[in-house]
């Protein structure tokens, strides 16, 4: 059921009205005829035809809906089996489009056959064209199923369709009228207080800039009315590229239902990160980009792929950042030693300006002048120092990872793959166990938390040069806030994540997952080699170029480990290979330095492990550390190569290596990650300290009860036992 769409047709009131509906009042059944003409309500439910087949209670409730609102219908696509022909004597599945209402719910009417089956789940476009073709009238407002409609904003309605008969641009008339929501989740939990505001500033003053003036604003769904026969005869819901108009209108809204759990969030901002990665690879935004002009291009772009592919830049450019300045300090004295590097003024002004922005300042601007222009400025204020004390600048930095992950795989792979995500949409701030937050965050957040990590930790060790500089500061400070927020913030924005029993409840359950093999019909919940392999499913349609970059990406791990290598001192004393290298750097010309170099990578990638055996005795503390901190990454690196390269590593016959070492380093991870949450549930201050703070006093209440009982509960337990 919460895959509904619901569409409301909605025709304009006429002053031709019939005469004997003038003047004397009207009775029940007449009003309702007058409704019946007016309104309908056709619902978009794929799983009614299952349903109603298996006996589902879900096709009982929707009977009981139909019985209690004669207008409304249900749109689904049914599946028949006949009888084949001559050749085909077997029986074979049928498809067809069906509508069925309350006068007859048993029997639904098929409209139309289809060809074969038609691929639904993709969400809202699918919904969207299967049921529009069940619709009558001129005006069609789409409504999603967390949505509310408010009875003085019903009373507007008639104003809002004459919207349809006047040329706000004073060319032509609108094909879609935007209309404002009003989100009424945010006393639940911080992070939909968060997304209060920042869908609250996205659907009505982001809205009314994109309409007027810059003229961008394109088909945003819900609540949105639509001319139905507009876009009857295009084909599409693309308006502006079919010469349509679209405006927004902020003089009615409609209630609108967010996401009050950070994996809900997560999966929503996923799935529109994915949606605009799409979009920048589709031949329409292409269209667009050669077809205005350059501000509206540039509006065009910074509201839709451009905000992604600015949070894509974002990271990519910390990554190089990092790895440049860890180059510097891994390339000799000579290069880190110079003044110009240590003392650079520019590069500390342009970093003290960065961390001032990156503490999620320009992030806020939007929804601080909503705010502002609707509450006043004391209000906007208030709302700004709330957020930071619920830890807002870590949700929007986690949510930086989340939209440049999905977009720039998006990017890199293609969309071949099915990306949509159900998100659910009902109350779900519940406590999710340790083992489906890595399963969600391992590869988009965790993997690149713990690499920021040891660069970091490597930089702390090398970078003795920079400590006394501003900028050395400010990287730190940033860098970690980043990668800090990457590996914690799913267990800190958790409910009763810090309780020691959740804690050993999860431990156990992810342990089930990771040691489980997979098979044919074991789900990724259910097994760890499930959820590997669907992991890497983008690869298998990915072209040669998204497997070539892939390819590179992964060759950062072995330069850096090369780095590294140079500075174990037992490289220093010369013994055993590094002695016959050094030997030939002497002999050899300036000029074939970078021949060298090649040479000493293929020896230190192939001898380094069995030498540092072998001269284990003679290794320091800080060799050993920095031996680890090199070759770990570097087995990720090779893990990459290889899950891109899997056709040829299943005819050599090492696939199954590769997956014993892929899963040795999701234990490695998971250890990591769960061994700080597992410490900190040791103190119950600090549970309560994040009940208080993330979540409103009524279910902070709830929760601390629930604790009470349980604890009450388990004490009994042991009583009894010892009994």
């Known amino acids: 059921m919460k895959l509904w769409k619901v569409h409301t047709q909605i025709t304009q009131d006429t002053e031709n009205s019939d005469d004997s509906l003038r003047g004397g009042r009207l009775s029940g059944t007449d009003c309702q005829a007058v409704a019946d003409m007016k309104f309908t309500c056709v619902v978009s439910c794929q799983q009614y035809g299952i349903d ?11 009977l ?27 029986n074979i599945k049928v498809y067809y489009s069906c509508l ?20 639904l789940g993709v969400g809202k476009p699918e919904n969207q064209n299967h049921a529009i073709i069940f619709t009558r009238g001129e005006g069609l407002q789409t409504v999603d199923m967390d949505q509310d409609n408010y009875m003085e904003e019903a009373l507007k309605m008639r104003n809002l369709l004459q919207e349809f008969l006047k040329k706000h641009d004073g060319v032509q008339f609108p094909s879609i009228l935007g209309l404002r929501e009003h989100v009424f989740t945010g006393s639940v939990s911080s992070l939909a207080h968060f997304m209060v505001n920042r869908e609250t500033s996205f659907a009505t003053i982001g809205q009314r800039f994109l309409a007027n003036p810059l003229k961008v604003r394109f088909h945003y769904g819900h609540s949105d009315v639509f001319d139905r026969l507009f876009h009857l005869t295009r084909g599409g819901f693309n308006a502006t590229l079919r010469e349509g108009n679209v405006t927004h209108h902020e003089y009615i809204q409609v209630g609108k239902a967010r996401d009050a759990g950070l994996n809900q969030i997560s999966m929503f901002e996923a799935k529109i990160a994915s949606g605009n990665g799409e979009q920048a690879l589709s031949r329409d935004v292409y269209r667009l980009g050669h077809h205005f002009d350059f501000f509206r291009m540039l ?31 891994l390339n000799g004295e000579g290069l880190s030693a110079r003044k110009a590097i240590q003392d650079n003024k520019p590069l500390q002004v342009a970093l003290a300006s960065q961390s001032l922005v990156q503490i999620g300042f320009l992030m806020v601007l939007p929804m601080f002048m909503e705010i502002s222009l609707e509450r006043g400025y004391r209000a906007a204020v208030s709302e700004f120092i709330l957020m930071q004390f619920q830890l807002a600048p870590m949700f929007f930095m986690f949510s930086l990872g989340t939209m440049s992950h999905y977009f720039g795989r998006t990017l890199l792979h293609g969309g071949a793959i099915p990306i949509y995500r159900s998100t659910g949409r009902g109350f779900v701030v519940f406590h999710v166990n340790f083992a489906e937050n890595y399963r969600f965050y391992s590869r988009s957040h965790f993997v690149k938390g713990i690499e920021l990590s040891i660069v970091l930790v490597v930089y702390e060790i090398f970078g003795h040069n920079y400590r006394s500089d501003v900028g050395y500061v400010l990287i730190n400070i940033s860098m970690w806030f980043m990668a800090g927020t990457w590996l914690f913030a799913p267990f800190l924005f958790n409910p009763s994540s810090f309780e020691w029993l959740k804690i050993v409840d999860g431990w156990n359950d992810w342990n089930i997952w990771i040691r489980n093999d997979g098979g044919i019909g074991i789900p990724p919940e259910k097994s760890w080699e499930s959820w590997w392999e669907q992991e890497q499913q983008h690869l298998r349609y990915s072209g040669l170029w998204g497997i070539v970059v892939e390819i590179l990406l992964s060759l950062r791990f072995f330069i850096y480990q090369y780095g590294l290598i140079y500075h174990l001192n037992i490289t220093k004393r010369e013994s055993n290979s590094f002695l016959i290298v050094s030997a030939w750097r002497r002999k050899l010309s300036a000029k074939s330095q970078s021949l060298i170099r090649i040479i000493n990578g293929l020896i230190f990638l ?5 030498v540092t055996l072998i001269a284990l005795p003679h290794m320091s503390v800080q060799d050993i550390v920095i031996f680890v901190l090199a070759f770990v990454p570097t087995g990720w690196g090779m893990l990459q190569i290889a899950q891109a390269l899997k056709p040829l590593v299943q005819v050599v016959g090492l696939w199954e290596s590769v997956k014993t070492l892929a899963r040795n380093y999701d234990m490695v991870m998971g250890l990591l990650l769960f061994t700080p949450v597992a410490f900190l549930s040791l103190f119950p201050f ?6 208080r703070t993330l979540f409103n006093k009524w279910f902070s209440g709830d929760l601390q009860i629930l604790s009470t009982l349980r604890g009450r509960r388990n004490a009994r337990y042991s009583y009894n036992k010892r009994e």
């Open 52 to 62: 109603k087949r298996s006996g589902s209670p879900l096709a009982q409730d929707i």
């Open 606 to 610: 192939t001898f380094v492990p069995i």
């Open 64 to 90: 009981r809906l139909m019985k209690r609102y004669p207008s409304l219908r249900i749109a689904y696509i049914d599946e028949v089996e006949e009888s084949g022909n001559d050749r085909q004597k077997k």
């Open 100 to 119: 069925v209402k309350v006068s007859d719910p048993h029997r639904a009417l098929p409209l139309d056959q289809l060809p074969g089956p038609a691929i």
């Open 299 to 329: 509006s065009f772009y910074f509201s839709t792929v451009g905000y992604h592919f600015s949070a894509l830049i974002t990271v990519i450019t910390v990554y190089a950042f990092l790895y440049g300045r860890l180059y510097l300090v």
């Open 686 to 691: 600090i549970s309560d300290f994040q009940t």
